[in-house]
């Protein structure tokens, strides 16, 4: 597994934060805020990468990348959002 480059990085942070937006959006209820969204975005596309992996899906370019990050999101905000209704 290679390194990731530094652009590779930047590209993955603003998928993120798209995703974490979009999510936000889609999940309806109780947010995070903005911002709140934004970081769940973040970690949610590196849960989503890393779910897909799993599953042997593959993602190619930005808008693949960018599925596997709403979807990881939407995954981190639904199990946010139970956690914190207890």
Do not use: E
Not at 37 to 65: K, M, P, R
């Amino acid at each position: 597994m290679s390194p990731m480059s530094t652009q590779n990085l930047v590209l993955f942070l603003v998928v993120g934060v798209v995703a974490g937006f979009l999510a936000g959006k889609i999940m309806k209820g109780s947010g995070f805020g903005l911002v709140g969204d934004l970081v769940v975005g973040v970690l949610g596309a590196f849960i989503g990468a890393w779910v897909f992996g799993l599953l042997g899906l593959s993602v190619g370019g930005i808008l693949g990348l960018l599925v596997a990050a709403i979807v990881g999101a939407l995954l981190l905000l639904y199990l946010l959002r139970l956690v914190r209704r207890r």
